[in-house]
Every structure is written in structure tokens, then in C-alpha cells.
Nanobody
């Protein structure tokens, strides 16, 4: 059974950093695309970043490119999202999800989700 558990969210001031973790079980990272999505109150869930570790491919939404970095650790079965230079508009619940290799940030391609972790950027 595929499971994903997010952690690392919290309250941070604008300009600060957080590292989110997505701990996975029931599958190997090399077999799936792992993506981070986020959903702010009153808004639709949107893609943030994804990684296909076995193919060395990463992708970022324009809104986070240059500030966020996605990486994976096969030994730990964990995917990380390093978030730097955080802005108030980054405030959202962040979810990780597992999908097929060419899923990119297409929401409907992802059938397996974690429960989410809250990130709040505020002074």
C-alpha cells in the first residue's frame, strides 16, 4: 500500500526558509513521479514542483522557480522541498503525491496523496 506522510511545516517570517519532507512507504521512489502541491484557503490546489528521481528530472512552477528546490533520498524513501525566500503568498497546506513518470504537475494524474502540512508565512 502506497503511503506518503508530509512533515516540516510551520510558521516562518517573510524571507525565511523551511524544509518539507515527504516520507514514503510501499514503493520505491525510482518507480514514481513525486510532486508537491499546495492549496491556500479559498483557492484551487496548484502544483509546486515534481521529481522523477530515476530519470534525474525536476520541474518547478514559475511562482517558486529559483526559490524552492526538490530532491529525493532513495535510502530514506523521502522527498524534500527546500523553500527559501518565503513570501506571504506561499502560505498554504502543502501536499506530496505519487504519480506516473510523465505526470508533471497535472493534478488529475496523481492518485496517492499525503495528509498535508501547513506552511504559514507571516510577520
Amino acid at each position: 500500500q502506497l503511503q506518503l506522510v508530509e512533515s516540516g511545516g510551520g510558521l516562518v517570517q517573510p524571507g525565511g526558509s523551511l524544509r518539507l519532507s515527504c516520507n514514503t512507504s510501499g514503493f520505491t521512489l525510482d518507480d514514481y513521479n513525486i510532486a508537491w502541491f499546495r492549496q491556500a484557503p479559498g483557492k484551487e490546489r496548484e502544483g509546486v514542483s515534481c521529481i522523477s528521481k530515476s530519470h534525474g528530472e525536476t520541474y518547478y512552477a514559475d511562482s517558486v522557480r529559483g526559490r524552492f528546490t526538490i530532491s529525493g533520498d532513495n535510502a530514506e524513501n523521502t522527498v524534500y522541498l527546500q523553500m527559501n525566500s518565503l513570501k506571504p503568498e506561499d502560505t498554504a497546506v502543502y501536499y506530496c503525491a505519487a504519480g506516473p513518470r510523465f505526470a508533471g504537475l497535472l493534478l488529475f494524474e496523481y492518485a496517492n496523496w499525503g495528509q498535508g502540512t501547513q506552511v504559514t508565512v507571516s510577520s
